[in-house]
Each structure stands twice: as C-alpha cells, then as structure tokens.
C-alpha cells in the first residue's frame, strides 16, 4: 500500500472484507532503499535504519487517513517490508485462504506494457485469490481537474456534476 487515494480505498474494502470474514486485516507496505519508497531501484548504502523509520510512518500515517484514530473496527496488523510491492504483496499472501486486496489505480495508456501495474503481477502470480479495487470515481475527477489545470484548459463545471 502506498498511502494513495487508490491504496486507501483499498484499504476500506480490505477492512470491509476482513469484517465479513472475521479475520485479521494486513496493511502491508513494501519500502526500498534509493529512488524513494517502494522504487525499483536500490543503494547500497548505510540508511536503511532512516528508509525503514520513514517507511514505519507512511504506513502509519496511511492507516490514520484511511481509519482515524479509532482503526478499522477489525483485528490489525501492519507490516513493513524492504523489497519491491509486487514481491512482497505476493509473499504476504501465502496461503490459498487468504484474500489479497490491492488497488487496481489507473490505467496507463503508454506505460501500461513497459511497466505493469502491481495489481496486475498479484493477479498472476498470487496463490490465494486476488480483489483489485478500482480506483474512486472521485479520484478520476480530481485527476481530470488536475491534468486540465496543468494545460491551462478550460474547466466547465457542468463535466463534473456527471
């Protein structure tokens, strides 16, 4: 989970599920040293102590947003985990009882066959089932409104009312 609004909408139906199952939600967020967290490319460097501390917050920031102060109403636990989001969300889900629930986000158009999404990866290589949460329909909006802005485009309200 990266702390999106794609991941937390993904969190909220993990939760939503967890609750119907009677089981424990993960919230797991891979981290990577070099490139930010969870980037494909790594340093070998003495700063491991510092990406592991920052990714400890992003994951515990993201729970506060997607739940408050009061958590999920369902067991949690969290889990950080150095390595690349789509080898260490396969992994978390070990067991065919288990439901891996990622966010699908958007579609890429150019990058799509260059770098497939990790929702994509889960659905091929996970051994338990797979749940790709599709992104808010708000959060399309908001990024229409923010590519629009970005070309200086003309926003008519009325587009989104929709």
């Given at each position: 989970m990266s702390g999106g609004p794609g991941s937390l909408t993904a969190l909220h139906r993990a939760a939503d599920e967890a609750r119907l199952r009677g089981a424990v939600l993960w919230a797991v967020l891979a981290w990577q040293p070099g490139g930010g967290l969870g980037s494909r490319s790594s340093c070998a460097c003495d700063a491991f102590p510092e990406y592991r501390v920052a990714a400890a917050g992003q994951l515990r920031d993201a729970l506060v947003t997607a739940f408050g102060p009061g958590g999920p109403g369902v067991p949690l636990k969290a889990q950080i985990v150095r390595g690349t989001p789509r080898a260490v969300l396969v992994d978390a889900a070990r067991d065919a009882d288990d439901l891996l629930v990622v966010g699908a986000g958007r579609r890429r158009r150019l990058l799509g066959p260059l770098w497939p999404?990790?929702?994509?990866?889960?659905?091929?290589?996970?051994?338990?089932?797979?749940?790709?949460?599709?992104?808010?329909?708000?959060?399309?909006?908001?990024?229409t409104v923010r590519r629009r802005n970005a070309w200086r485009l003309r926003l008519d309200a009325r587009e989104l009312a929709g």
């Open positions: 999404s990790v929702a994509r990866h889960c659905l091929a290589h996970a051994p338990c089932p797979v749940l790709a949460v599709p992104p808010n329909p708000l959060e399309a909006q908001l990024h």
